[in-house]
């Protein structure tokens, strides 16, 4: 079970996502500050393994807040929670673990707090107690959605599909369109488990719920969209699932 500490200065905000939190049995103690200097306080009394912090509070703001935990001799992983699109970027720049848009859904912070477990594991030594957690950051991807650009995590994208000189990347929440070919995509993010399953689809192993290489129309599952896999890159997708099976067993 992992400590967390939420920074909100709205208490009907703190009280939500508290609320959200305790329904994760992963979840144990919980603190809750108003105010960035009522955080760093409390965390100097007791470190948690997670911070979740608004961005916008009197104050210090959660950034703020965020580069003064750095200097701590414990770092908590960190996710922001906020309304403002607009500060993902700067967000990762932090190496924050993950970034919530409000109204939080329940699926999406246990989403969120699985990746917290993964970074906690992950970084997991016989000083992490009383060391700090390095948290890799995660690939960023600017997108753009209703004129404006915001800024996407890659291993939040389902799947990509090929739309001329543009691919669309779906991810749960929504899909975006790059101005990206789709060769181009499938060379970058080869090594971040993207395999081509057909000339209009790149897929994430890590998000196919379902596999069936088998009978006259074999496809693979993603989320709830079921996609056609070509006799041609059959083999390669096959040896790709072989592989990671094998890393996996590892």
């Given at each position: 079970?992992?400590?967390?500490?939420?920074?909100?200065?709205?208490?009907?905000?703190?009280?939500?996502?508290?609320?959200?939190?305790?329904?994760?049995?992963?979840?144990?103690?919980?603190?809750?500050?108003?105010?960035?200097?009522?955080?760093?306080?409390?965390?100097?009394?007791?470190?948690?393994?997670?911070?979740?912090?608004?961005?916008?509070?009197?104050?210090?703001?959660?950034?703020?807040?965020?580069?003064?935990?750095?200097?701590?001799?414990?770092?908590?992983?960190?996710?922001?929670?906020?309304?403002?699109?607009?500060?993902?970027?700067?967000?990762?720049?932090?190496?924050?673990?993950?970034?919530?848009?409000?109204?939080?859904?329940?699926?999406?912070?246990?989403?969120?707090?699985?990746?917290?477990?993964?970074?906690?594991?992950?970084?997991?030594?016989?000083?992490?107690?009383?060391?700090?957690?390095?948290?890799?950051?995660?690939?960023?991807?600017?997108?753009?959605?209703?004129?404006?650009?915001?800024?996407?995590?890659?291993?939040?994208?389902?799947?990509?599909?090929?739309?001329?000189?543009y691919a669309?990347?779906?991810?749960?929440e929504a899909?975006?369109?790059?101005?990206?070919?789709?060769?181009?995509?499938?060379?970058?993010?080869?090594?971040?488990?993207?395999?081509?399953?057909?000339?209009?689809?790149?897929?994430?192993?890590?998000?196919?719920?379902?596999?069936?290489?088998?009978?006259?129309?074999?496809?693979?599952?993603?989320?709830?969209?079921?996609?056609?896999?070509?006799?041609?890159?059959?083999?390669?997708?096959?040896?790709?699932?072989e592989s990671?099976?094998?890393?996996?067993?590892?």
């Amino acid at each position: 079970m992992i400590s967390v500490l939420i920074a909100d200065d709205e208490q009907p905000a703190v009280d939500e996502l508290a609320f959200l939190l305790r329904q994760d049995p992963r979840i144990g103690v919980i603190h809750e500050a108003s105010s960035g200097s009522e955080a760093i306080r409390l965390l100097s009394r007791e470190p948690v393994d997670a911070a979740f912090l608004d961005i916008h509070m009197p104050g210090l703001s959660g950034f703020d807040l965020a580069r003064a935990l750095s200097r701590f001799e414990h770092t908590p992983a960190l996710v922001f929670v906020t309304a403002d699109e607009e500060g993902a970027l700067e967000a990762f720049d932090l190496a924050a673990v993950d970034y919530l848009l409000k109204p939080v859904r329940a699926e999406r912070l246990q989403r969120s707090v699985t990746r917290v477990v993964e970074a906690l594991r992950t970084n997991a030594s016989p000083s992490t107690a009383t060391g700090s957690v390095p948290v890799a950051q995660p690939e960023m991807i600017a997108v753009t959605l209703g004129g404006t650009i915001r800024m996407i995590r890659r291993d939040d994208v389902r799947y990509v599909q090929a739309q001329g000189d543009y691919a669309r990347l779906h991810t749960e929440e929504a899909s975006y369109l790059v101005r990206v070919p789709m060769a181009d995509l499938e060379r970058q993010w080869a090594d971040a488990g993207f395999v081509r399953v057909h000339r209009s689809y790149l897929v994430a192993l890590s998000h196919l719920t379902r596999v069936r290489l088998g009978g006259d129309r074999p496809s693979v599952t993603v989320g709830g969209a079921e996609l056609p896999v070509s006799r041609r890159l059959l083999p390669g997708l096959r040896e790709r699932l072989e592989s990671t099976t094998f890393r996996a067993r590892s």
